[in-house]
C-alpha cells in the first residue's frame, strides 16, 4: 500500500495537503527549511541523505532525485537487482514511518536508529522469503558439510529490539559433520540485528584463526551481511568499521575463504546458540571444544550425514 501510494503521489505529505485546501505549514517538519513532497522528503531531505549514505546507496539516490513522477521512480526501482530493490523499498518505509512520528510531536530517530531497523525488517523478510521457500519446496532444507580439507563454520546473531540486547552463537564441523568447536555469547548492547550477525561471524571465524585452521567456509542465513562482506567497496554502515575486521581476519590467516549463505533451516545449531546467549545467559560467553550443550545436541545430530546417524 506504502509503495502504491508513492507511485501515485497519494502520501500525505504536507505539500499534498495544501494542494487539497487545507491550512498548513508546508515545510518539512524533519529539516524545517524546505517544502515537504516527495521528492525532498525522500531524496533530498539533508537527514534522508545522511540515511542513503549509511546504506551505501548514494548513487541510487541520486538516480531516484531525477525522476519527475512518483511512477518513474517506481518504475526506476524495478530496474534495479531484487535484494537492492527490497533495500530501497524498506528504506523508503522506515523513513515514511520515522517522518510521521515527528510529525505526530514525537522524537526524531537519528540516522543510526533508522540504519538499524532498516537491516532488521530485511532481515526478517529475507529469514521470512526462506521459510516460505521450504515450505514450497525449493532449495535445500538439510545443512551440507563442507568438503574434504576444509572446515565450515556456521553463525547466527539474535536481537531483542525492546531491549537493545542480543546474543551470538558459532559451531566449526569438519567434513564428517562432527563439532569441533562451538560457542555462544551474550551482547548487552546490540545496536542491530546486524551488529548482532557481524559479531557472531567475527567470533566464528576468530577462533578458527587461534585453531590454526588455513581453509574454511563462513555460512550464514543473513544475506545483507555475507553481501558486505563480498563487496571490496567501503562500507559507512553503523557496523563499517566490524566488517572491515571480519574482512581483514578472512584474507590475513586464511588461504581459502568464502562466504556463503544458507537456508535458516540449514542454520539451526547456530541459531539456537544464538537465542541461548541472548535469552539465558546474563553476560559473557562459553565454549565448547570437540563437544555440544545439551540443548542444541539433537540438532547436530540431524546435520549428521545420513550414514552418520
Known amino acids: 500500500m506504502f509503495i502504491w501510494r508513492l507511485a501515485h503521489n497519494s502520501l500525505p505529505v504536507r505539500r499534498n ?30 537527514y534522508a541523505r545522511i540515511c542513503w549514505r549509511l546504506m551505501n546507496m548514494e548513487g541510487i539516490r541520486t538516480q531516484l532525485m531525477e525522476c519527475r513522477s ?24 522506515r523513513w515514511w514511518s520515522a517522518r510521521n512520528k515527528v510529525n505526530d510531536g514525537g522524537r526524531m530517530q537519528n540516522a543510526n ?3 538499524s531497523s ?10 521470512l522469503e526462506q521459510s516460505v521457500m521450504k515450505k514450497l519446496g525449493a532449495g535445500h532444507s538439510s545443512w551440507k558439510p563442507p568438503p574434504e580439507d576444509i572446515y565450515k563454520i556456521n553463525s547466527d546473531g539474535s536481537f531483542d529490539p525492546n531491549n537493545r540486547s542480543g546474543g551470538w552463537g558459532f559451531v566449526i564441523r569438519n567434513t564428517n559433520g562432527e563439532v569441533l568447536y562451538a560457542g555462544a555469547g551474550n551482547i548487552t548492547f546490540a545496536g542491530s ?20 585452521m588455513s581453509r574454511i567456509i563462513l555460512e550464514m542465513d543473513a544475506t545483507v551481511l555475507a553481501s558486505a562482506l563480498k563487496s571490496r567497496s567501503i562500507d559507512r554502515s553503523a557496523i563499517g568499521c566490524l566488517v572491515h575486521r571480519l574482512r581483514d581476519l578472512m584474507h590475513s590467516e586464511f588461504t581459502f575463504c568464502t562466504v556463503s549463505v544458507c537456508n535458516r533451516s540449514c542454520n539451526q545449531v547456530a541459531d539456537s546458540l544464538a537465542a ?34
Not at 512518483?70 to 518505509?93: A, C, D, F, H, P
Not at 532498516?118 to 529469514?127: D, I, P, Q
Not at 545439551?294 to 545420513?306: F, S, T
Request: aromatic share 10%; hydrophobic share 45%.
Open 17 to 46: 495537503l495544501a494542494s487539497r485546501g487545507i491550512d498548513l505549514d508546508t515545510k518539512c517538519p524533519i529539516c524545517r527549511r524546505f517544502d515537504e513532497d516527495c521528492g525532498h522528503l525522500f531524496f533530498r531531505c539533508k
Open 70 to 93: 512518483g511512477v518513474e521512480t517506481i518504475n526506476k526501482i524495478w530496474e534495479l537487482e531484487r535484494t537492492t530493490q527490497l533495500k530501497v523499498i524498506v528504506l523508503l518505509w
Open 113 to 115: 536508529e533508522i540504519f
Open 118 to 127: 532498516v537491516c532488521y525488517s530485511l532481515m526478517k523478510f529475507g529469514k
Open 193 to 212: 540485528a546486524l551488529q548482532a550477525e557481524a559479531i557472531a561471524a567475527y567470533e566464528g571465524v576468530l577462533q578458527a584463526a587461534r585453531l590454526g
Open 276 to 309: 541461548h546467549g541472548a535469552y539465558v545467559m546474563t553476560s559473557g560467553s562459553d565454549v565448547f571444544m570437540s563437544q555440544v550443550p545439551d540443548y542444541v545436541m539433537k540438532l547436530v545430530l540431524g546435520d549428521l550425514p545420513a550414514n552418520d546417524i
